[in-house]
Each structure stands twice: as C-alpha cells, then as structure tokens.
C-alpha cells in the first residue's frame, strides 16, 4: 500500500523555507533562547551558541536534508535505504523518533501554557506590575492538574486537524501564512523595547561577553541550544529533506534558514531583555522568564496591555511550525513503514503523545515531587533531548555522511547532480562534516556529562 501512494512534498521553493524555517523557529528562540542566554551570562553564551551553530549545526542540517531527499523516506527508512547493508545506521531513525515524543511531551505543555496566556493577557489577569502577584498567576495555571492537561490536548488537537491535511496542504500552507506574521509582530515588540528608558543596559548584556561564567555544562547547553533551535540530530530535517524539490538548492536553503533562525533568537534577545533590565527585574529567571518576568515587564510599560497580547500571539505561531515538523516525524515513519493512512497514523501518535506528555504537564503540580537524576519529568525529557539524543544523533549522522556514504555521493546530491556550479562549498561542507563535527559534538558531550 505505502509504496504505492504517491508522495506528498513541498510545492515550491519558498514553501519549503517557509516549512523548514517554521520547524526551526520555536519556543527554542522565544522562550529558551533568551532564558537560557540570561542564566548563563548573556553575549558569552550567546558566542558560543553561534560557533556551535556554524560548525555544528549548519553541516548537520545539510546532511540531513540531502540524505533525506536522496532516499525519498522517513527518517528511519531513509538509513535503511542508504546505509550498507547489514549496518544498523537506521537506529538513529528510532532514536530520533523517541526524541520527537519526548521533545513534544513538554514542548506541546509550554505551548499550552502560551496560548493560554493570549486569553490570560486579553483578559488582563496576568497583567500586574509585582512579579509576586505574576508569579502566583503562572503557579495557579501550572498547580492545577486539570488545566495542564486540558491545554496540553487543545495543543495536540490543533496540531493534528494540521498535519491531517498534509504535507502540502497543511504544514506548507500553514507555515506560509504565519512566518510573514510572525517576524513582523516580533519586530513591533523589538521596537517597543528598545524605545524604552533604560534599554541600553539589556543591550550590554546581549553584546558584552562575560566568560567567567563558561564551564563544560554550559558549553554543552549551548551546543544543546544549537541543536534543538535547528531541529537536527533526530529526523526532522531528514522528513522535511524527503519532501523538497529535486531542484532545490540544499547548501543555501539550509545557511538562509540558520540566518533566519539566529536572526529570530536575537530578535526575540532584543525584545526581552532592554525591557526586563529597563524596568529593573532579574534576568536569570529560568523557564518562567517569559511567564512571571514579562507579564510583569509588559505591564510596566505603556501599551504594554497590547504588546503582550502581540508577544503571546507570536510566540504561539512559533510553536506551531515547531510542533508540525516535530509530530511529522513519527507520522512519515508510521505511514511509511506500515500502510496506515495518514490520517490513522496522526491520531495513533497523538495518542501516544497524550500518554507520554502526561507526565511532563503534570510536573508542576500531582507529579511535582516525582524526580529522576533530581529532575522532574519535564526537565528529564528536555535534558534527555537537547544534551544527549540530539548531540548523539548529530555525531552518528556527521560520520555516517563523512565516512560512510563519501564524498563522491555528497557531491551528486548537494550539485543536484551536477545542475549547480557549488564544487567549493561542497568540499568546504565535507571537510567539515567529516573531521570537525563529530570531533567537536563527542568533545564536548564527553566534557559536558563529565565523563573526561
Ligand atoms: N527548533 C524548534 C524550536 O526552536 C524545536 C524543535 C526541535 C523542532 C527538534 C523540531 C525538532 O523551538
């Protein structure tokens, strides 16, 4: 049966950077970007993030696209096809599938959280000046059992009455439509914070690095970072790769979504932190930094009733792109592997996700004190992800490209057999992926788990 459909893709070729950009954009660049950048010392972080981004990210992405649209498959079934035989590289398919239910089990409950506050800032109960009063705001929605899981499967359903209509018809269109909107409200809000008295301190601590702050864990979140903001390491540039045009040029689809991307995490810098130091509050929150600090940042300053509606409404359209491109993993591999239809298989993995999300939306209040490693299930699968599964994945995938498939099958994928003059790009791209990726991802994955 599945052998017999004809592939769905993207139509053209500002679909597919509107798709793969709204993979890359997410809750990675509103929310964990800029909290992330505040806990661990600002533009230092912020440097290592965009190294980790060049070398690391930039050649991962392009391997993944390009093995993706040679073999026309999911992710697991991708490696299957390409790989020697006998060779097990299809495990990192399997591992990028589990990735993608535990990154969805607690991204899908931060989106929850955000949605809600489009209707909490529209009804203004989360406007108040006093981070006391924000804070127990954000600890009532999160405290409550029932809300956490109602907004999580309002997440969920959404996602899925998307990702039914297809490839074409729901993630392209969709992204298509919300991208353009969500880069200029974002700019309006940039806009809004950098006109503040007292913006110029935030911008300090976006531009000058203190590197006192650097250790081996750091380092590893940042490469983290990198990885999760660039959706690579578990499939989901493979998927999306599969449905790209024959003529589509890989090298540069893959450097303008990273610009973008970067471009859209310092944005989203540029729109938090003057206004957080303008009026004074902390800027090492942590993952409330966007649901205790900016509600209370936002009602401080003029309009602000207004700018945070705007923030909450972007933020959701980030999540979304994010979330398509992360349930169409396991959906491609359902589809494809079994025969189910699509439809089948996206209410099947919604299911699943329900299960495994459980847990990570109950964290704050009936599973608070439930701890692996000291952490709740909700840091479990975000630590899990980003520091362990995605560098994994990233590392096999780099040496499956640099020393298993060769050079001379990069070159026929990436020049479009030839139809692109891009010889120096690609030998620049391979000398990367083969000796300088891996090496860095194992080093300082090594370094950052403290194994050496
Ligand atoms: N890149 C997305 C973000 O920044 C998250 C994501 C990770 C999406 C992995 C797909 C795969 O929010």
Do not use: H
Not at 58 to 63: A, G, H, Y
Not at 89 to 99: D, E, R
Not at 322 to 336: F, G, H, Q, Y
């Amino acid at each position: 049966m599945g052998a017999l459909k004809t592939r769905d893709g993207f139509t053209t070729g500002l679909g597919v950077l509107a798709a793969t950009l709204g993979s890359a954009v997410g809750l990675g660049n509103i929310w964990k970007f800029p909290y992330l950048t505040g806990e661990n010392g600002g533009a230092a972080f912020i440097l290592v993030y965009i190294i980790s981004t060049l070398l690391v990210g930039l050649p991962v992405m392009i391997s993944e696209q390009m093995l993706g649209r040679r073999a026309r498959a999911n992710a697991i079934g991708t490696l299957q096809k390409l790989a020697p035989k006998r060779q097990p590289w299809w495990l990192i398919g399997v591992a990028g599938c589990l990735a993608a239910f535990l990154i969805m089990a607690f991204y899908t409950e931060v989106a929850g959280w955000v949605f809600a506050y489009i209707f909490k800032s529209l009804t203004g109960t989360i406007l108040s000046t006093d981070p006391a009063s924000t804070s127990a705001e954000f600890a009532d929605m999160t405290g409550s059992p029932a809300q956490s899981l109602i907004w999580q499967w309002i997440v969920l359903i959404m996602i899925a009455l998307i990702a039914i209509m297809g490839v074409s018809k729901g993630i392209e269109r969709t992204t298509k439509r919300l991208m353009p909107i969500l880069f200029v409200l974002l700019i309006i809000v940039c806009v809004r914070s950098l006109t503040l008295d007292g913006a110029g301190e935030g911008l300090d601590f976006l531009l000058e690095p203190d590197f006192s702050k650097l250790t081996g864990e750091v380092v590893l979140v940042a490469m983290g970072l990198a990885f999760f903001k660039l959706s690579i390491g578990m499939g989901t540039m493979i998927t999306y790769g599969s449905y790209f045009r024959d003529d589509q040029n890989i090298p540069t689809t893959a450097a303008k979504v990273m610009l973008a991307d970067l471009t859209i995490s310092l944005l989203a810098g540029i729109a938090i932190f003057p206004a957080v130091f303008a009026f004074d509050f902390n800027a090492d929150a942590g993952p409330s930094l966007l649901f205790i600090t900016i509600p209370a940042v936002f009602a401080s300053m003029p309009l602000g009733e207004i700018f945070i509606v705007l923030f909450f409404v972007l933020t959701a359209i980030a999540a979304t792109g994010a979330m398509l491109s992360l349930l169409e993993v396991p959906i491609a591999v359902l589809d494809e592997l079994t025969g189910l239809s699509r439809t089948s298989a996206t209410v099947i993995t919604i299911g699943l996700l329900a299960l495994v999300g459980a847990p990570a939306a109950l964290s704050s209040s009936t599973l608070a004190d439930f701890t692996i490693a000291d952490k709740t299930m909700f840091d479990l699968y975000d630590y899990a992800t980003s520091n362990v599964l995605l560098p994994v994945g990233g590392f096999f995938l780099s040496v499956f490209v640099g020393w298993v498939w060769g050079f001379d099958q990069v070159k026929r994928a990436l020049s479009n057999s030839g139809a692109l003059r891009n010889e120096r790009i690609i030998q620049a791209f391979f000398g990367t992926v083969k000796f300088v990726t891996p090496v860095l991802v194992l080093l300082v994955l090594l370094d950052g788990l403290n194994v050496i």
